[in-house]
């Protein structure tokens, strides 16, 4: 049985940093693109980084410079550590893979999802 179970979440003030970390279980990680997403109040899914096999990073413009996509494939883990969060960032931020194809930005793309854990930015 495939699981992705995302860690991290939290309440913080704007300008703090966060990091999140996502285990995976049941699948070849290392085989495996791995994404995350986010999802706010009343909001659409929106890609926010990806990492490939070959650990190639992509990042969505308004994270770029701020967050930063990392994996361990001896953990089975990939990490998104966020800084300089601000109020927007607020979302339940997922994390999502895809099996030996590149990142991809559309969810529809992804194989596997985790459950999410919530990230508020308060001004």
């Known amino acids: 049985q495939v699981q992705l179970v995302e860690s991290g979440g939290g309440v913080v003030q704007a300008g703090d940093s966060l990091r999140l970390s996502c285990v995976t279980s049941?699948?070849?990680?290392?085989?495996?693109?791995m994404a995350w997403f986010r999802q706010g109040p009343g909001k659409e899914r929106e890609f926010v980084a990806g990492i490939n096999w070959s650990r190639n990073t992509y990042l969505a413009d308004s994270v770029k410079g701020r967050f930063t996509i990392s994996r361990d494939n001896g953990k089975n883990a990939v990490s998104l550590q966020m800084s300089s969060l601000k109020p927007e960032d607020t979302a339940v931020y997922l994390c999502a893979a895809r099996f030996l194809s590149g990142v991809a930005m559309r969810p529809t793309e992804y194989d596997y999802w985790g459950q999410g854990t919530q990230v508020t930015v308060s001004s």
């Open positions: 049941g699948l070849p990680f290392s085989r495996y693109t």
